[in-house]
């Protein structure tokens, strides 16, 4: 399967910290990437790989991966994190990725 | 600084084309994957395709196969994605994106495409 399935929403306390996941098949081969769009706005990428984060991305984002489910963790939440999170990964051929189906974190 | 310019808003008709540009600039366009992804209004995001700027190789995703091609113009740093059979599920934000699967990631501002009669 290429599917990627993650929580529709999850809320998380100011200051706290919040796990989105993301499961699929493919990703007992592959890491994911996650991305965070906001509101009107293009996606920006926030791990990659193992858990790297790109250059001005905060480092209370975290990625993990365990078996078929990657993991994106945010420690210590802030009002600006209140976004819609996707994961993306390679499918099972490798040539070609997908989405996953995203997460809306509230932040309250 | 990196930008990627798209072409304006389209509509369209069902069954007609649309070819979306995507104009790279601040960088060597030949280095980077050009990715297309779209997202329908309060919809997810949709991965179509990678298309490599230097070879000219793509790979689409299955559900676009056969209605989707993507091209580039060197000489001009501009990348394409013609959809076509265009559908009225086919409404969305298109947008590319220069990656190398690691760190670099840019993205274009988005194209809306709409599809009505």
């Known amino acids: 399967s290429s599917e990627l399935t993650q929580d529709p929403a999850v809320s998380v306390a100011l200051g706290q910290a919040v796990r989105i996941t993301c499961q699929g098949d493919?990703?007992?081969?592959?890491?994911a990437s996650w991305y965070q769009q906001k509101p009107g706005q293009a996606p920006v990428l926030v791990i990659y790989g193992k858990n790297n984060r790109p250059s001005g991305i905060p480092d209370r984002f975290s990625g993990s991966k365990s078996g078929n489910t990657a993991s994106l963790t945010i420690t210590g939440a802030q009002a600006e994190d209140e976004a819609d999170y996707y994961c993306k990964s390679r499918d099972s051929s490798g040539d070609l990725f997908v989405f996953g189906t995203g997460t809306r974190v509230t932040v309250l | 600084q990196v930008q990627l310019v798209q072409s304006g808003a389209e509509v369209k008709k069902p069954g007609a084309s649309v070819k979306v540009s995507c104009k790279a600039s601040?960088?060597?366009?030949?280095?980077?994957?050009i990715n297309w992804v779209r997202q329908a209004t309060g919809q997810g995001l949709e991965w179509m395709g990678w298309?490599?700027?230097?070879?000219?190789?793509?790979g689409y995703a299955q559900r676009f196969q056969g209605r989707v091609t993507m091209t580039r113009n060197t000489s001009t740093s501009t990348a394409y994605m013609e959809l076509s059979s265009l559908r009225s599920e086919d409404t969305a934000v298109y947008y590319c994106?220069?990656?190398?699967?690691?760190?670099?990631?840019?993205w274009g501002q988005g194209t809306l495409v709409t599809v009505s009669s």
């Open positions: 298309m490599n700027p230097n070879s000219g190789s793509t």
């Open positions: 601040g960088y060597t366009f030949t280095i980077y994957d």
């Open positions: 493919s990703l007992r081969s592959y890491y």
């Open positions: 994106a220069s990656v190398d699967y690691g760190d670099i990631d840019y």
